[in-house]
C-alpha cells in the first residue's frame, strides 16, 4: 500500500507463494517472467523449467501433492544435493510411492498422492475440484478415480461394507444356482445315458458284423502271405545257391594263382552270405581250411637277412642279407622271382627304393676291400620282371651304413653310418649337400612328406629333426628313451 493513505487501511498480514499465484481469469502474461519465482520444494516441473505460460491450477495440485506427501512420509517426494540438480530432478525422476516409505499408507491415498505429482500436467486431476472429490470419496470408503477399482475388488469392498445383507444375498444366489445346476445336471445325465446306451447297441451290432468280415479277411491275407514268403524264400535260396556257385568258383581260381588273400576275402564274403539260408558245401570248407591255414615266407638268404622293402605301384618286395644278394619276391605267393648279387664278397646292411620305383640304394660293406659305401642303381620293372642296371652312384662311409632313405621326390639320399653324422647327397649332381650330427647307431632315416625336412635318431633319448635346405637343426624332441627307429605319418602331422 501507498505510505500516504497506509494510515485508512487495516494493516492485515498475508502469506503467499508468489511461484504459484496469478490471476487465472486473465489473459495478459506479462507480469510473468521467465524467472524462478517460488519454493523450490513446492514447485511443479513446468515452473521449475521456467515454462511459466503453462502454469494452470494443475501446478497448485503439484504443490498440495508435495504437502500431501510430506505429511504421509515426513519427507521430500523429490531430494538434491545443490540447486540445478534439485530442479532436474524435480522435471525427470518419478517420486518414489508413499508406501515404500510407510506400508501402512492406504493404497487409494497414495494414489491420489502420486496423480497429483505427476510429471506432466494433464495426467493430473482435471480440476482441484476433482482432487477434492477423490479424497472425499477415500473418506467414505469408496473407490477412487486415481486408483479405479477391479470388479472383484469393488465386490469385496461392498461385502467389507455391508456384511450381513451381503451374506445373505449370496446364500439365496448359492442356493438358487445350486439347484438349478443339480436339476439341470440330472437330466443332462438321463438324457446322456439313453443316448450312450443306444449308441453302444448300435456300435455292438455294427461290430459284431465287421468282425465276420475282417476274420475272413484275415484268413485271406494270411493265406496269400503264406505263399508269397515261400515263394520268396525259394527265390533267395535259388539266387543264393547260384551266387554261391560263382563265388567259389573266383575263390579256387584265386587260390590257384596263390592269391591268398584275395581268396580269404572271398571266403569271408561267401560265409557271410549263406546266414540263415543253408550251409557250406564241402568245397567252402575243404579251400576255408586250406588257405587259411597257409603261411607263406619269402625265399631265405644264406645269410642273416637285413632289410626288406616294398616297391611301390608293383607286386614286389626287395629283400637283402648278409651275403650280398637282392632278392624280388611276389608279396601275394612269397615266391622269389629275381636274384641279383651285387658285389662278390659284400655284406648289404641297408636297401631303400624310390617312390617312383626308378631306383634302389643299396647299403654295402666290402670285406674283402674293408671299405663301406651306398651304392645307387637304376631299376627296371616291367611286367612281371625287374633287373638292375649299372651302377651310377656310390658314397663311401667310414662305417657300416645302416639306414638309407631317398626323399618323396627321388632327388635327395639320406645315407646313415653308424654313430657318424647323417650324410645327405643330391642324386642329381652327386654331391654332399649336408651333414646332420649324430652319434646314435642310425638304424633308420625319414624325410617329412614335404621333403623339408629329415628326422633322424640322436643319442640320449632325443629325436632330431634337420632342415634339408639349410642343414639346420629346426627341432629337437627328447623322448627319455634311446629310439631305435622312427617315421612321418603320410600327413606329415605327427611322427611315430
Known amino acids: 500500500p501507498n505510505h500516504d493513505d497506509s494510515s485508512s487501511l487495516p494493516f492485515i498480514p498475508r502469506v503467499t507463494d508468489f511461484g504459484l499465484a496469478h490471476d487465472s481469469l486473465s489473459h495478459d502474461q506479462k507480469s510473468l517472467s521467465a524467472r524462478l519465482v517460488g519454493t ?36 521430500l517426494p523429490i531430494e538434491g544435493k545443490d540447486f540445478v540438480e534439485y530442479l532436474q530432478r524435480i522435471c525427470r525422476e518419478p517420486p518414489r510411492s508413499p508406501r515404500r516409505l510407510r506400508s501402512d499408507v492406504p493404497r487409494d491415498l497414495a494414489a491420489i498422492t502420486l496423480t497429483c505429482l505427476n510429471k506432466s500436467p494433464e ?24 486408483r479405479p477399482l477391479r470388479f472383484y ?3 469385496w469392498r ?81 539266387a543264393i545257391a547260384q551266387s554261391y556257385r560263382a563265388d567259389m568258383h573266383r575263390a579256387y581260381e584265386a587260390w590257384n594263382k596263390r592269391q591268398v588273400l584275395e581268396t580269404n576275402q572271398l571266403l569271408t564274403s561267401i560265409s557271410s552270405q549263406l546266414v540263415g539260408f543253408m550251409e557250406p558245401g564241402i568245397d567252402f570248407r575243404l579251400l576255408a581250411n586250406t588257405s587259411r591255414d597257409s603261411t607263406f615266407y619269402l625265399a631265405s638268404h644264406a645269410a642273416p637277412a637285413t632289410d626288406v622293402k616294398p616297391i611301390r605301384n608293383t607286386p614286389w618286395v626287395v629283400s637283402t642279407g648278409c651275403d650280398g644278394w637282392l632278392h624280388f619276391h611276389d608279396a601275394s605267393s612269397g615266391q622269389r622271382v629275381h636274384s641279383k648279387l ?13 617312390h617312383d620305383g626308378t631306383q634302389i640304394a643299396v647299403g654295402e660293406q666290402n670285406t674283402l676291400l674293408g671299405v663301406n659305401y651306398a651304392s645307387v642303381y637304376p631299376l627296371h620293372c616291367s611286367g612281371e ?18 639306414s638309407l632313405q631317398f626323399s618323396h621326390d627321388a632327388r635327395l639320399l639320406a645315407v646313415g653310418p653308424r654313430y657318424l653324422p647323417v650324410m645327405l647327397y643330391d642324386c642329381q649332381s652327386k654331391e654332399l649337400r649336408h651333414k646332420f650330427a649324430t652319434e646314435s647307431r642310425n638304424r633308420t632315416v625319414d624325410f617329412s612328406p614335404d621333403d623339408q625336412f629329415c628326422l633322424v635318431l640322436g643319442n640320449e633319448g632325443n629325436l632330431l629333426i634337420y632342415d634339408t635346405h639349410s642343414g639346420e637343426v629346426v627341432r629337437s624332441v627328447r623322448i627319455g628313451e634311446t629310439p631305435q627307429t622312427s617315421h612321418w605319418s603320410p600327413a606329415g602331422d605327427w611322427l611315430a
Open 342 to 354: 651285387v658285389t662278390q664278397g659284400s655284406e648289404i646292411h641297408a636297401v631303400d627304393v624310390s
Open 153 to 155: 475388488q469393488h465386490a
Open 158 to 238: 461392498n461385502i467389507c461394507m455391508a456384511p450381513i445383507v451381503s451374506s445373505l444375498i449370496g446364500l439365496i444366489v448359492l442356493g438358487c444356482s445350486t439347484s438349478a445346476v443339480v436339476f439341470s445336471q440330472m437330466a443332462a445325465n438321463l438324457k446322456t445315458h439313453h443316448r450312450e446306451l443306444q449308441q453302444t447297441l448300435d456300435e455292438l451290432t455294427a461290430s459284431e458284423s465287421k468282425a465276420i468280415q475282417a476274420r475272413h479277411e484275415t484268413e485271406l491275407a494270411l493265406q496269400a502271405q503264406t505263399l508269397q514268403k515261400q515263394q520268396a524264400e525259394q527265390h533267395a535260396r535259388q
Open 385 to 402: 620282371e625287374s633287373w638292375l642296371g649299372n651302377c651310377t652312384a656310390m658314397y663311401f662311409s667310414p662305417t657300416t651304413v645302416e
Open 40 to 75: 523450490v520444494d513446492f514447485m511443479s516441473p513446468e515452473q521449475a523449467r521456467g515454462e511459466n505460460r503453462q502454469v494452470t491450477p494443475a501446478s497448485d495440485q503439484y504443490s498440495l501433492g508435495v504437502i500431501l506427501y510430506q505429511l504421509l512420509t515426513g519427507k
Open 123 to 146: 495426467r493430473r486431476y482435471a480440476s482441484c475440484r476433482e482432487l477434492a472429490r477423490d479424497l472425499d470419496r477415500f473418506l467414505r470408503q469408496l473407490p477412487v478415480r486415481a
